[in-house]
Nanobody, 123 residues
Framework: QVQLVESGGGLVQAGGSLRLSCVAS????????MGWFRQAPGKERDFVAA????????YYADSATGRFTISRDNAKNTGYLQMNSLKPEDTAVYYC????????????????WGQGTQVTVSS
């Protein structure tokens, strides 16, 4: 089992930045791939970014490419999502997830989820 706790969400103006953190416990963090997803009101949960076990491979949704950076510090059991140049359309609940099946863009491959952290971008 892996327990995940996100933090770092909040209210920010358009063009601003936030860094989300995801602290893992229960298993060796380096044994799972990690992803970030988001869900806006009335919409499905969407893939944002994913990172491999070692951090050597990163993958992004088109909406995140060039603005967001996913990273991880296995020594601290923590993953991160640095979000720059935020837009109102980035407003959503952001979820951290962990996968035993390797890095992936499908939420169905992630067996462990955090509770989510709200990100609100004002125009």
């Amino acid at each position: 089992q892996v327990q995940l706790v996100e933090s770092g969400g909040g209210l920010v103006q358009a063009g601003g930045s936030l860094r989300l953190s995801c602290v893992a416990s229960g298993r060796t963090f380096s044994s799972v791939a990690m992803g970030w997803f988001r869900q806006a009101p009335g919409k499905e949960r969407d893939f944002v970014a994913a990172i491999s076990l070692s951090g050597g491979g990163t993958y992004y949704a088109d909406s995140a490419t060039g603005r967001f950076t996913i990273s991880r510090d296995n020594a601290k059991n923590t993953g991160y999502l640095q979000m720059n140049s935020l837009k109102p359309e980035d407003t959503a609940v952001y979820y951290c997830a962990a996968s035993d099946l390797g890095v992936a863009g499908s939420e169905h491959q992630y067996g462990y989820w955090g509770q989510g952290t709200q990100v609100t971008v004002s125009s």
